[in-house]
């Protein structure tokens, strides 16, 4: 009974149709996610090798100070990317995984970020994540809305039901055919994807999987609760629709809109401006006020004294260093409105399945607003760590060609938090079993 079933349901041509639409959108989303490696590690590449011919080429240029030549240097930290990245972009291209700072204002290049056509950021890319949260539920639902209302409408149920002992089996088994179906296509698409974009199968990778069956199981548990309600076809249809359009579509954008106004963000390029009019206003004041406050962050630099020189680098780093600690407050505020975002928004993803499963398929792919903001809080470790390895020798004026200059490489960030198990799938399985379980009360009654 189980083989004439299945290949009565792949011999449909709209079955075969939907399977290979979904393989073919599969197979672009990895040549997109492809592209996106190539891009990430091309500028990761570009960065190499452009900071140390910067570096060379600044310091045979600016022998004689080495304050006006770290005005000049920049040096790059690397948000490391994954390769299972690719399937899951995320935040990634709209956040910079690069950045390249000097030792001057930091708030002032902290937030820079690549161009980019803001139309193709509206849109975003086509990669796995889109395919599965977005694609998956509307083949499922062809599949599955008329399993039964389809047979009641052409007069063959009848036969169905006193030929077969148990008709509940005969839908489950119905269910099992089509769930297989897709299971098998999502493996293979997840087995191609390993070996073309280089995924290793490792924790991350499984855990991935794992989130992506629970989540296609998800909508056929959602199919067999309107599926058990014994309504006609073009019903079942509207509904599981509705419930599709309400669930990807309304309600993030929803849910979204109140996150955004109630954790309302000062804007980057207002705390930019607040940096750099700080670091301004302070050529027009006396320049021991500036150093006083400089001695009260730094107290280990308090033995440098201003010279009677006009200009000086110790004033200068004194200035930029002010714009950062005057507008420290706001940088802040940014900042933690910014963890409140992500933290409310994971919150109600527990009770909103397809939310869920695209922040835990971006929080696994490394490419979530957790992961830039904790590549920002590295940032700002890295650039004071260069901050406090060369202000000694800018006070000191030290000799430039003395300095180690190729010792300084690229550095790259690695995000090693890890996910919760039970966190990820919890709530998945939780919501299957409910919907599972009000459909088998229906077709039982």
Not at 123 to 135: E, H, K, R
Request: charged share 20%; hydrophobic share 45%; with cysteine.
């Amino acid at each position: 009974m189980l083989v004439l079933l299945f290949k009565n349901f792949i011999r449909s041509k709209g079955t075969k149709i939907g399977l290979l639409f979904l393989l073919t959108i599969g197979f672009i989303s990895f040549l997109i996610g492809r592209q996106f490696q190539e891009k990430q590690q091309n500028n990761i590449d570009e960065a190499v090798i452009y900071q140390k011919e910067h570096i060379a080429r600044n310091a045979a240029f600016h022998k004689d100070e080495i304050g006006l030549l770290l005005y000049y240097i920049k040096f790059s930290l690397v948000n490391n990317t994954l390769p299972i990245s690719s399937l899951a972009i995320g935040q990634r291209d709209v956040n910079p995984s690069i950045q390249s700072v000097t030792i001057r204002g930091l708030e002032a290049q902290k937030y820079d970020s690549e161009l980019n056509n803001p139309s193709n950021l509206l849109s975003g890319n086509i990669d796995f994540s889109f395919v599965l949260l977005y694609l998956f539920p509307l083949l499922i639902i062809a599949f599955s809305y008329n399993i039964i209302s389809e047979e009641k409408e052409s007069g063959t149920w009848k036969i169905v039901a006193t030929q077969s002992p148990n008709t509940f089996l005969y839908i489950l088994k119905l269910f099992y055919i089509r769930i297989l179906s897709l299971i098998a296509l999502l493996s293979f698409l997840l087995f191609i994807a390993a070996f073309l974009l280089k995924i290793p199968i490792d924790k991350a990778f499984i855990l991935f999987y794992g989130i992506a069956v629970l989540y296609v199981l998800f909508w056929y548990a959602v199919c067999f609760f309107i599926v058990s309600l014994q309504k006609n076809s073009s019903f079942n249809a509207v509904i599981l629709l509705t419930i599709w359009l309400f669930l990807i579509i309304i309600l993030p954008a929803g849910i979204n809109t109140y996150i955004i106004n109630k954790y309302k963000v000062p804007e980057a390029l207002e705390l930019t401006l607040t940096q750099r009019n700080a670091y301004h206003e302070k050529w027009d004041m006396d320049k021991q006020k500036t150093l006083d406050k400089f001695y009260k962050h730094y107290p280990q630099f308090k033995h440098y004294t201003l010279p009677e020189s006009e200009f000086s680098w110790l004033w200068y780093y004194a200035m930029q260093q002010m714009g950062d600690d005057e507008s420290a407050v706001q940088s802040k505020e940014l900042e933690s409105k910014l963890e409140q975002r992500n933290n409310t928004s994971e919150w109600i993803a527990q009770f909103i399945p397809t939310l869920h499963t695209q922040i835990q398929l971006n929080e696994i792919a490394k490419s979530d607003l957790r992961n830039q903001l904790l590549f920002l809080k590295e940032t700002n470790q890295f650039h004071e760590k260069l901050r406090l390895h060369f202000y000694p020798k800018i006070f000191n004026n030290a000799p430039v060609n003395q300095q180690k200059w190729e010792t300084f490489k690229v550095e790259t960030f690695d995000n090693k938090s890890e996910t919760n198990y039970v966190k990820a799938f919890l709530p998945l399985l939780v919501f299957n079993l409910v919907l599972i379980g009000f459909g088998w009360r229906n077709f039982k009654r």
